[in-house]
């Protein structure tokens, strides 16, 4: 985990820079962001926006950043539509971990990346950090069936979940918009105890998206699945998360 924070902020010049967030989720990155700004003693400020900022999230984040806050606007709006921003006006777009949110098929993510590029200054910086399909295999079941569950919860409600790409996918992605890929690296898969959070989280969605489908036989097999997915972590005694990648790219061309 520190060794993929270093790698995201290798080589970053961070004083003084515009600086989006995209997307705040729980805002881990956020405050990893603002903590790094202020240690450069210049002036800056990070815009961190997400579709959803609800208040309890946001009440959350504001605690977590404490005098950080000064240099954080934590804001609603949709990746696809960041209107508010003019071109050129920010140094530096981080996305982490949202872009599989991004990319109904064919090939969504496309449209983000545009609005990113457009957002950016001319030689301004983009990096994504994402991860690659959870893998089918014992050690990471408990994982593979939370993620697979909820994809197929979505899917019958006619939505898209999430779509994971590989790192040569999106690097295809960023060069057709007009970004030059300037470094890419990926972490292997790691295990966390502490999967009490993102289990909460996950099991809140699925169970709403679960109360939403007209069909109640299944939704009474769906919510034993639910059960049975949250005591496989709870047996396992941790979650794992799939390989990380993370790309570095700059804006090549207006
Ligand atoms: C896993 S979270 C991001 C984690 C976050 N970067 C962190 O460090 O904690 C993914 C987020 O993407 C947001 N999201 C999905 N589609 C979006 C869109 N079109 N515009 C803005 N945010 C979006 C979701 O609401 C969710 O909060």
Known sequence: MRELRDYIFAGLDLRGKVILDAATGAGGATVDW?????????????????????????????????????????????????????????????????????????????????EFHRVLKAGGQLIITSELAAEREEEHMGQWRRWNLAKAVFALKGETWSTELRPQEVALALETVGFAITGQKCFPTRKIEDYEPAMHEWEELVLAATDKLPWPELRTSLRSSIAAVRKKVHDDGYLSVPPTYVIKCTKQHA
């Open 34 to 114: 603002a903590q790094r700004l202020q240690a450069t003693g210049a002036k800056g400020r990070i815009i961190s926006v997400d579709i959803a900022q609800p208040a309890h999230i946001v009440a959350a984040l504001t605690e977590r950043l404490g005098s950080l806050l000064e240099l954080v606007e934590i804001r609603e709006a949709d990746i696809f539509a960041l209107e508010f921003l003019t071109d050129g006006s920010v140094d530096i777009v981080n996305c982490d971990d949202t872009i599989i949110f991004l990319n109904d098929p064919p090939l969504r993510l496309l449209a983000a990346l545009r």
